[in-house]
């Protein structure tokens, strides 16, 4: 389970504020991608309060929702920040999740002097960063963040079900599933769907 190691470093360093950063939506054929930054605080019982926050990946929506009330009180402070599918497609999935990701950091009612990130490196956000692969599985701080921007995310396909039905974005939540390929079989693309990524660019995409 994740823990507070990562953290623990960075306090040690005089570094109060480490935040936790991770995305959700990154390989999603529609809807934006989503990314949280939490910073928890330096008691270690919040690890007591927070021991089943884990990957987000690893954990079911109910559960998800459940623990999001959890992080959310025992935080010092969390922010969630966005880029659209239009973002997406003009910069490319990679930078669009750095602008995600900084604008969860610029949101934090508490700006951090250290970042933990899941594989993804800040180059434009001057502040001291660590980033490696599966971070969510080990950082508390960023398997927080990573159900932040999970849920947030999921919360926003099941409004847009409502507004372009047909595509049960609600149930898939923009990936690419069986039932996404045929939807867009049916009904081609629609406005908040990557137009670069693929199957977008197949015919039946355009």
Not at 24 to 35: E, F, K, L
Not at 63 to 92: F, H, K, M, P, Q
Not at 177 to 194: D, F, K, M, Q, S
Request: net charge neutral; proline share 5%.
């Amino acid at each position: 389970m994740p823990s507070l190691d990562y953290e623990r470093v960075w306090w040690e360093r005089g570094h109060q504020y480490v935040a936790g950063i991770d995305e959700a939506g990154r390989g999603a054929w529609a809807g934006p991608v989503m990314a949280a930054a939490v910073i928890l605080p330096t008691d270690p019982a919040v690890v007591t309060h927070l021991r089943e926050v884990n990957d987000s990946k690893q954990l079911t929506a109910k559960r998800r929702e459940a623990l999001r009330t959890e992080i959310e009180r025992w935080a010092i402070a969390w922010a969630v920040g966005s880029a659209s599918n239009d973002e997406i497609d003009a910069l490319g999935i990679v930078p669009a999740t750095r602008l995600a990701m900084q604008r969860a950091i610029e949101g934090l009612a508490i700006q951090p002097t250290a970042l933990l990130i899941d594989a993804v490196k800040l180059p434009d956000v001057l502040i001291a960063q660590q980033f490696f692969n599966f971070a969510d599985s080990i950082s508390l701080s960023v398997a927080a963040a990573s159900i932040l921007a999970k849920t947030e995310r999921d919360r926003a396909m099941q409004a847009l079900d409502a507004h372009y039905v047909g595509y049960e974005f609600g149930r898939h939540k923009g990936y690419g599933t069986r039932a996404h390929r045929v939807a867009l079989l049916e009904h081609g693309a629609c406005p908040i769907h990557r137009m670069t990524f693929k199957p977008l660019k197949l015919p039946h995409g355009q």
